[in-house]
């Protein structure tokens, strides 16, 4: 029976915008699970990691802190916390290892729509409303601009009409609660993705060769989303420009076809989304027979 000390523990978002694709992930990496009955641990059954559900401000801090040894949490407040360690006087309090491809958004300016700010230009001595008061104060900072800075802990969108602040800065995706709230998106200050951290403290040998195979397969299940592997026949000649038309491909295999001297089977792996354009093109270029089929599994 494994120690605790030997389990590897992950932080993720309890429940939010995160959890859902947080959890896939860790399955796409093999992980089997069960929950805990108060639903803020879940234990894995196949494999010595364990993921704690809590809020995702609270991520950085766990990480931080070492009581996880990984976690998953938007650039958005890795980036606040960052800001707010280093004032503190705490560097490098983790180690950023990957972007991963979910939670796209962008932290932006909105100025109430038809008003006297139009944009940063106009912003010196008002107020913006934000959850990101250190983002937005070491960007006023740099930017050399005179605003004051609101703290926010949530529905900032309505700070404008409560009479709380002229400006707001907070986080967009597809941009609906801004035109609800009749605000138009300004400067962008960050674009956020989510991202796998560590814990800054070397990780102990019990536990060292599982975490890097965890790493090994989430950049391995990061790589095999956009990966497709195409199949088609070609005539030899054409295998230069086929080649230079497959989207992020490494060397393709090429294969004799029985009794046919002239054309070749030619099978690639592409790191890239494979085109309707892209297809047509190569079936310009003389291939035929094309397949395009999923990667389920990587390991480079
Ligand atoms: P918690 O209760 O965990 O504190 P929260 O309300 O802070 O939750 P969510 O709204 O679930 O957080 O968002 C989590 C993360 O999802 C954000 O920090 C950001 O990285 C990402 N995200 C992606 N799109 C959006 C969006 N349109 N609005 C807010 N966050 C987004
Ligand atoms: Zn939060």
């Known amino acids: 029976m494994e120690t605790t000390d030997a389990r590897i523990k992950i932080a993720i978002q309890k429940s939010g915008r995160l959890t859902e694709h947080s959890l896939e992930l860790l399955q796409q990496c093999g992980l089997k699970y069960s929950r805990g009955r108060d639903q803020l641990i879940g234990f894995g059954e196949n494999m010595p990691v364990d993921f704690l559900l809590v809020r995702d401000d609270d991520i950085p801090g766990l990480v931080r802190e070492d009581v996880c040894d990984l976690g998953i949490v938007g650039m958005n407040v890795l980036e606040e916390k960052r800001l707010e360690f280093r004032a503190a006087g705490q560097d ?80 967009v995706s597809t941009g609906s609660t801004l035109a609800a709230n009749k605000l138009t998106q300004g400067e962008t200050l960050l674009e956020s993705s989510a991202a796998l951290i560590q814990t800054p403290v070397e990780i102990p040998a019990s536990k060292s060769e599982w975490v890097n195979r965890l790493l090994q397969r989430i950049s391995g299940v990061q790589q095999v989303r956009e990966s497709k592997y195409i199949m088609m026949h070609a005539p030899r000649s054409a295998l230069p420009k086929i080649s230079a038309l497959l989207p992020g491909a490494e060397a393709p295999t090429v294969l004799p076809l029985e009794g046919c001297d002239d054309k070749v089977a030619v099978h690639v792996v592409c790191r890239e989304t494979v085109f309707w354009e892209t297809l047509e093109q190569l079936k310009e270029a003389g291939a035929s027979s094309l397949l395009v089929v999923p990667v389920e599994k990587m390991l480079a």
């Open 92 to 171: 490098a309090p983790f180690r950023l290892i990957q972007e991963l491809d979910f939670g796209h958004c962008l932290l932006s300016f909105a100025y109430p729509e038809n008003g006297a700010i139009q944009s940063l230009d106009d912003i010196d001595g008002q107020r913006i409303a934000t959850s990101y008061p250190w983002i937005v104060k070491d960007f006023l900072k740099r930017r050399n601009v005179n605003a004051e800075v609101v703290e926010f802990s949530g529905a900032v969108e309505i700070a404008p009409n409560l009479g709380r602040a002229e400006l707001i800065c907070d986080l």
